[in-house]
């Protein structure tokens, strides 16, 4: 399952988004938020990087205006990289290399084309599990 939450900044490429994800078949789980009425990111950013921390949802992906407010609330949460995406190359490297959890996105600042071809990217690209990346990532956690 794949968890999935935004604010109103966010929420038109959300929609856009769960329906591309259904045409092919993914899971996905919407978190909210379910309207265009103007909210607040944090609770939907805990939310999604709860789901992926519990191991409910073997990845998340959070959309607001920019992607920033969602990565800086998700990166919060221990055991969590969300990382914010605007070009292809990183959407893949980002899986790769770190690892990351959760796709932020910016509902403002990428088209729906790019950003679909991003999550697309995202979700189908498997770390890479070279020791020098999971070296790194383990630093991360620590103290
Ligand atoms: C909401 O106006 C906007 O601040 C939010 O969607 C996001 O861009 C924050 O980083």
Redesign the pocket.
């Known amino acids: 399952m794949i968890a999935i939450g935004s604010?109103?900044?966010?929420y038109a490429l959300k929609q856009e988004l769960l329906q591309h994800l259904a045409g092919q078949g993914v899971e996905t789980k919407d978190f909210g938020c379910y309207s265009e009425a103007s909210c607040d990111?944090p609770a939907y950013a805990k939310a999604v990087a709860g789901a992926v921390k519990r191991g409910e949802a073997q990845l998340g992906i959070l959309i607001?205006?920019?992607g920033?407010?969602?990565s800086i609330a998700a990166n919060k949460i221990p055991g969590i990289r969300a990382a914010a995406v605007s070009d292809c190359f990183t959407a893949k490297a980002t899986r790769e290399h770190n690892d990351a959890n959760i796709l932020c996105l910016?509902g403002?600042t990428v088209g729906p084309e790019l950003a679909l071809m991003i999550a697309d990217i995202f979700l189908s690209t498997p770390f890479s599990g070279a020791e020098r990346h999971a070296r790194r990532i383990a630093q991360i956690e620590e103290e």
């Open positions: 604010d109103h900044g966010g990111y607001c205006g920019t920033i407010g969602m910016g403002r």
